[in-house]
């Protein structure tokens, strides 16, 4: 054998171990020519997978200095163009072969990289372009509407911890929400991202004040009872929207299973108040106004007595014609002395 056909037998390869999606796991190089795969000890790659043999495949170079892949358990590895009898394999610049559940790549030095990407240089952000100039504006609104709804809500006597609750522990709320997210994100990722998921929260909280208060004003101004569930309705589906950008967050690469199975969610809900909502058969608990409004966002004028006195009358007539028919077959009589 020639100088030149020890020195190419000797070429250095990669063996790679990718997982489901294709991402580089692990990557180990070979430099004496050959590497045997397995779940023993013995071998040089071990990998934990119980749908491997113990003794698996052996990559490496032979006599002619060609790079092979060669199965030891007598099976040609799946995504071989190989027939079903062979147990050989012919490695150019690169193969991906899958045993049991666990997918190998090899590549040699010839396989050619795409260059590099160009770095753009990151855009000048003012103070509303931050993710802390957001966050401080989102805040400051979302304490001030939370403020002014607690004030709203004062029919009695003055009391501190009606304004401690929306002033204080709010936030602490708040604060403490985000940090649970970002531990979990820090957790998963490499980074918590404390200040997105603030953002997040603070965001949601503006949302639900602003659907909340345009519900209330619609609903007192109109005296119209629908506003309430369509409040209910955005407030399910902000709240899908906040367990999503969470989700967006932790793992950005699920998105769109996040996204299915957050959205089914929503519409389960939304649909099963919208049931509870339009269920006459279930009697309708009193609903009490906890907020007082002016006066003059009263847009529906109130009837007038004249108006009152003949929806009686009217009342009353159809209550005595009601009564003087007989009833149905389906009704039970009972005598006087039952």
Known sequence: MSAAMNTQAFEPFWVEQLDRHGAVMS??????????????????LIIDDPYIAPAHLRIGYDGDGALWIEDLVANAPAGSDSPASSTRMLVGSEASIRIGQTTLRVRT?????????????????????????????????????????????????????????????????????????????????????FLRHALIVFAFLLGIELIDDATDFVAYALTWKLPSLIAQSAATVLMGALIFAHLSVVVPRRKRIAGTIIGVLVAIGIGASIAERFDTDRPQPQRIVAKLLPPFLQLKQPGTPEKFFKDVDALK??????????????????????
């Open 27 to 44: 990557r180990q190089r070979v430099h004496d020519g050959a590497l045997t795969v397995g779940r023993g000890y013995d071998n040089d």
């Open 109 to 193: 030095r010839a396989f050619a990289v795409p260059p590099a990407l160009a770095m753009a240089a990151p855009p000048a952000t003012s103070f509303l372009g931050s993710d802390g100039g957001r966050l401080l504006i989102c805040a400051a609104v979302v304490m001030l509407m939370s403020l002014l709804s607690a004030w709203f809500k004062q029919t009695g006597e003055f009391k501190v911890a009606t304004y401690l609750a929306a002033g204080v522990f709010l936030p602490l709320g708040i604060l403490a929400w985000a940090g649970v997210w970002s531990l979990i994100t820090r957790i998963v990722a490499s980074h918590a991202h």
């Open 317 to 338: 007539a159809k209550l005595d014609e009601a009564r003087k028919k007989e009833p149905s077959s389906s009704v039970a009589l009972f005598d006087d002395d039952e």
